[in-house]
């Protein structure tokens, strides 16, 4: 199968949403966090949500790609489409109540190794046509080649290294049971049968349902916020990451700081998590913080 880049540029049909208390307590419970600023709705302060719930507020655009965007492209392409890469850029955290419009775009279509990687750009606004976030959600549209060479890499925000991938910080062992599957679909509200249906699962070629890689991130990111950042998840001005490798259930995966790299004005946490097998799951990770006087 080949697609060409023609379709680079193009804009997705408008998308609106309304943030909810339930919204933001389930995701908490979905990688079991017990941040009360995603759970205490007594804080003088008010709930905010978690990082990578935005994925979440954000899949039913890509769960429906087709209705919100022609591409141009035959129905069997976008069954090999499985989300290869991340990026979020937070203006503010999202509260209860927020009533979010998302003008999406293609961004970027490029060839890779192994298929061809496209690339949404999702920028959500609130009421007062405020920046509330802006995703970058990329998916390996696998097998299928782009002979034309892509379009768009000046879009695409670059990826974050660590130094010495050998070396780490600190690391959290963290279990995936078969039961963690069913909760984070269920309480994101992600719903697709790669991570919840056996008979699926098998029908595509893998020897058993997988762990969502959001969810994958979502622990990692836990972990960065409540050790690094004070437990304070207003600090956390972007994030990014590339998901590489499945994990499996009723396995580990270690989740690991590689790296604190202080940049002008924030400081940049490097990290990856490594599946049942040692192998990368989540690659490439930054999260990036403002200083410590940010409320």
Not at 23 to 29: C, S
Not at 58 to 71: A, G, K, M, R, S
Not at 117 to 127: N, Q, R, T, Y
Not at 138 to 144: E, I
Request: charged share 20%; glycine share 6%.
């Amino acid at each position: 199968m080949q697609i060409t880049s023609e379709a680079v540029g193009r804009k997705l049909l408008e998308y609106k949403t309304v943030i909810t208390q339930r919204q933001i307590n389930n995701y908490a419970a979905a990688v079991s966090d017990p941040n009360p600023h995603y759970l205490d709705d007594e804080a003088s302060r008010g709930l905010i949500a978690s990082p990578t719930l935005i994925s979440a507020v954000t899949w039913p655009i890509i769960q429906n790609i087709d209705h919100y965007i022609d591409l141009g492209y035959p129905p069997e392409v976008l069954f090999q489409l499985v989300h290869y890469s991340e990026h979020l850029e937070i203006f503010r955290p999202l509260k209860p109540g927020d009533s979010i419009t998302i003008r999406g775009e293609v961004s970027a279509i490029q060839p890779e190794r192994k298929g061809t990687h496209i690339v949404f750009k999702l920028p959500a606004f609130d009421s007062d046509h405020k920046p509330l976030f802006t995703e970058y959600i990329g998916g390996m549209l696998r097998g299928v080649k782009c002979p034309d060479g892509g379009r768009g890499s000046e879009n695409i925000p670059p990826a974050i290294n660590a130094a010495d991938k050998q070396s780490f910080i600190w690391e959290k062992a963290q279990p995936i049971t078969r039961s963690d599957c069913y909760i984070y679909e269920g309480c994101a509200d992600v719903p697709f049968p790669i991570h919840t249906s056996p008979a699926f699962a098998h029908s595509v070629g893998l020897p058993d349902i997988i762990y969502h890689g959001m969810g994958t991130l979502a622990h990692a990111v836990r972990e960065l916020v409540n050790r690094e950042a004070g437990a304070n998840p207003n600090r956390v001005n972007s994030l990014t990451c590339r998901f590489r490798g499945m994990v499996l259930p009723d396995t580990f995966i270690r989740i690991r700081l590689l790296e604190r790299r202080a940049n002008n004005n924030s400081l940049s946490l490097l990290f990856h998590v490594l599946n049942q097998e040692g192998r990368e799951a989540v690659s490439e990770g930054s999260l990036t913080l403002s200083p410590d006087s940010c409320s």
